[in-house]
Nanobody, 124 residues
């Protein structure tokens, strides 16, 4: 299984970035997909998640109203659109897959597969 994240970079506060995660080696439609992030010296935090069909989405409190998540099951792709970025959003962002999770509260320890991460840096 491979989860290949891309789209990270350096952006000014208030700007936007789009992260993509391309999945291979798994039955994509059978997995809930999510994004976590980890800043230096901090724990890995939940950012956003999306259900198998894409009908349900979930967000961490700090990103609600600013981030959106979507998926394309035909292309095995999940996308995180990040708007109104803040310096505190700076972190390595990881794509994750979990088999039929069906929960609104996501825990990193429950994930089945992880991507390698992509750096997002927001300057003030």
């Amino acid at each position: 299984v491979q989860l290949q994240a891309s789209g990270g970079g350096l952006v000014q506060a208030g700007g936007s970035l789009r992260l993509s995660c391309a999945a291979s080696g798994l039955t994509f439609g059978g997995y809930d997909m999510g994004w976590f992030r980890q800043a230096p010296g901090k724990e890995r935090d939940f950012v956003a998640g999306i259900s198998l069909s894409g009908r349900s989405t979930y967000f961490g409190d700090s990103v609600k109203g600013r981030f959106t998540i979507s998926r394309d099951n035909a292309k095995n792709m999940v996308t995180l659109l990040m708007n109104n970025l803040k310096p505190e959003d700076t972190a390595v962002y990881y794509c994750a897959a979990v088999l039929r999770y069906g929960r609104g509260s996501w825990y990193w320890g429950d994930m089945n597969y992880w991507g390698k991460g992509t750096q997002v840096t927001v300057s003030s």
